[in-house]
C-alpha cells in the first residue's frame, strides 16, 4: 500500500496531537488553582483564573509536565489517524504476510479497546486520587467532597458496567465482595501515600517541626513498607476480578498492576498539590 499520500496529514495531526495534550495537561495542572481563587476571592478570582489559563497557554512547553502532554497526546493522535488512513494493523499484516492479531479471550473485541466499565473505573481512580491528596490542605476536606463522590459513583458504574452476567449467583457475590473489600482497601492504601506525601513536605518546608512530630526522613525500610501497602489491594482484585468479570488473564493482571500503583498515584496527586502551592495543614 501507498502510504505516501498520508504522511503529511499524519505528520501534521501528530504536531496537533501533542500541541493539545501540553496545553490540556498544564490546564488541568492549573484547575486546583483556579477553583481555590474562585473559591477564596469570588471579586477577582475569575480574572485570576483567566490569567492562570493564559499563562497554560504560553508556556505549553516550558515544563517537563508539558512534554509528558505532548507525548501523551502526539500518541493518542498518531494511533488514531493511522487508523482512519488506512495505515493500521490490518495494513501492516496484509504487506508482510502475516496472520492479523488475534481477537481477544471472547473473539469479539480486540486487546487494544476497553472493556465495559473500565473507562469509568480509571476515572474513579484518578478522581479518588485527587480527593483524597486534597485532605491534607487547608479546607482540603470541603474541596475534596467534590471529586470525592464523584470517584465513587465512576467506580460502582465501572464495577456494574464490568459484570459478567452469564456466571452464576454465587459467583457474582463472591467477586462483589471481593472488589467492594480491594476497592476500600485501595482508598485506605491511597490515604497512606497521600500521608506519606504530607510528611515528605514538611520535612521540606518545616524541618524542625516535621522532626519534632513527624520523626525523621523515611529511610529505605519506610520506603518498602510504603509500597508494599499496594499489594494488599491487588491480592483482592485478582480473584474479584476472576469472579466477577470476563476479561482476559493480561486485562486481569494490568489492573491489579494500576491498582499496586494506587499509593503512589496519590502521592503524586499531593506532590502536584504541594507544587501549585496549595496551604498545608499544620
Request: hydrophobic share 55%; glycine share 10%; charged share 10%.
Amino acid at each position: 500500500m501507498n502510504t505516501s499520500k498520508h504522511s503529511r496529514p499524519l505528520v501534521v495531526g501528530v504536531l496537533l496531537g501533542a500541541l493539545l495534550g501540553a496545553i490540556t495537561l498544564q490546564v488541568l495542572l492549573r484547575l486546583p488553582e483556579i477553583f481555590l481563587r474562585v473559591a477564596l476571592e469570588p471579586a477577582t478570582g475569575l480574572q485570576a483564573s483567566a490569567g492562570i489559563l493564559i499563562s497554560a497557554f504560553q508556556n505549553a512547553f516550558g515544563s517537563a509536565w508539558s512534554a509528558v502532554g505532548a507525548l501523551t497526546g502526539g500518541l493518542i493522535a498518531w494511533r488514531r489517524l493511522r487508523v482512519q488512513s488506512g495505515i493500521g494493523n490490518h495494513a501492516d499484516d496484509a504487506v508482510t504476510n502475516r496472520m492479523p492479531r488475534c481477537p481477544d479471550r471472547e473473539g469479539k473485541r480486540p486487546r487494544t479497546k476497553l472493556h465495559p466499565g473500565e473507562a469509568l473505573a480509571g476515572c474513579g481512580i484518578v478522581s479518588l486520587a485527587i480527593a483524597i491528596a486534597l485532605i491534607h490542605f487547608v479546607m482540603g476536606i470541603i474541596f475534596a467532597s467534590a471529586p470525592a463522590p464523584l470517584a465513587v459513583l465512576l467506580l460502582a458504574a465501572g464495577v456494574i458496567r464490568a459484570r459478567n452476567p452469564s456466571v452464576s449467583g454465587n459467583r457474582q457475590v463472591a467477586g462483589f465482595i471481593l472488589l467492594f473489600l480491594a476497592l476500600t482497601a485501595m482508598a485506605v492504601v491511597m490515604f497512606n501515600g497521600a500521608s506519606f506525601s504530607y510528611k515528605l513536605a514538611i520535612l521540606a518546608i518545616r524541618p524542625g517541626y516535621a522532626a519534632q512530630h513527624l520523626g525523621a526522613a523515611p529511610g529505605l525500610w519506610e520506603w518498602a513498607g510504603f509500597l508494599g501497602t499496594g499489594l494488599v489491594p491487588v491480592l483482592l482484585t485478582g480473584p474479584g476480578l476472576w469472579l466477577w468479570t470476563d476479561w482476559s488473564p493480561a486485562r486481569r493482571k494490568g489492573w491489579c498492576v494500576a491498582v499496586f500503583l494506587s499509593p503512589v498515584a496519590a502521592l503524586l496527586a499531593h506532590q502536584i498539590f504541594v507544587a501549585i502551592g496549595f496551604p498545608l495543614t499544620a
